[in-house]
């Protein structure tokens, strides 16, 4: 069966540090992947998503980026984080082809102090 | 432009009660819609998924949704709310290139 691994958890980091957030799906091949962040009172905001190796697409200009060295591994990324990255981040996946629902990960509840 | 529109940030409902949580999409194609249910701190569960055919799913934990392309919704119901069901909803569609867009979400609190 499939899985998804997001870590850590949490994470207090301070401004101007860099961040990376990994997250792994195991038991498919090729499936889409997606970053979300959840900051209060504002939603699930959609960040990035791939659909294959080196595919990214970026939905919001920000702070941050993504990448996806591998077919099952997609990382969030940011060189000097800043005050208002703080929030919830989601990692999910989806199998690429047809009709079918995206399969979250449990999240990492990032502080920036 | 919102591709899905959640318009109630909060709703309160009585133990016992009906429950619907609106949804409305701007999406050309037949739409992939979803419902999802968020505890705090938690992940994202699905509640339920329509693709085409039966307008009317079912879903987990006693919800359905309706699908009617004239209003351009999809509305979340459940007919008893149990105090468990107190949680964060959320509507999603996928647009075209795999592009999974959520709703601002709505708040459930269940009081009893």
């Known amino acids: 069966s499939q899985t998804i691994h997001q870590w850590p958890a949490t994470l207090v980091q301070p401004v101007g540090s860099p961040l990376s957030l990994e997250c792994t799906v195991e038991?498919?091949?090729?499936?889409?992947l997606y970053w979300y962040r959840q900051a209060a009172g504002r939603g699930l905001q959609l960040l990035f998503y791939s659909v294959g190796i080196g595919q990214i697409s970026s939905e919001v200009p920000q702070n941050l980026s993504a990448s996806r060295p591998q077919d099952r591994q997609f990382i969030l990324s940011s060189k000097k984080l800043l005050l208002s990255d703080s929030g919830f981040y989601l990692c999910?996946?989806?199998?690429?082809?047809?009709?079918?629902?995206?399969?979250f990960g449990q999240g990492t509840r990032l502080t920036v102090v | 432009a919102q591709s899905v529109t959640q318009p109630d940030i909060h709703i309160t409902v009585s133990e016992g009660a009906s429950l619907e949580l609106r949804c409305n999409y701007s999406y050309g194609a037949t739409p992939y819609l979803f419902w999802y249910v968020q505890s705090p701190g938690q992940g994202l569960q699905l509640l339920l998924k329509?693709?085409?055919?039966?307008?009317l799913v079912q879903g987990i934990k006693g919800f359905e949704a309706e699908f009617k392309r004239s209003q351009s919704s999809f509305n979340l119901r459940k007919p008893s709310v149990h105090w468990s069901d107190a949680a964060e909803y959320f509507c999603?569609?996928?647009?075209?290139?795999?592009?999974?867009?959520f709703g601002a979400g709505t708040i459930l609190r269940v009081k009893s």
């Open positions: 329509y693709f085409s055919g039966d307008t």
């Open positions: 999603a569609v996928m647009e075209y290139g795999n592009k999974l867009v």
């Open positions: 038991g498919t091949s090729n499936p889409n």
């Open positions: 999910a996946w989806r199998i690429g082809q047809g009709a079918f629902e995206a399969f």
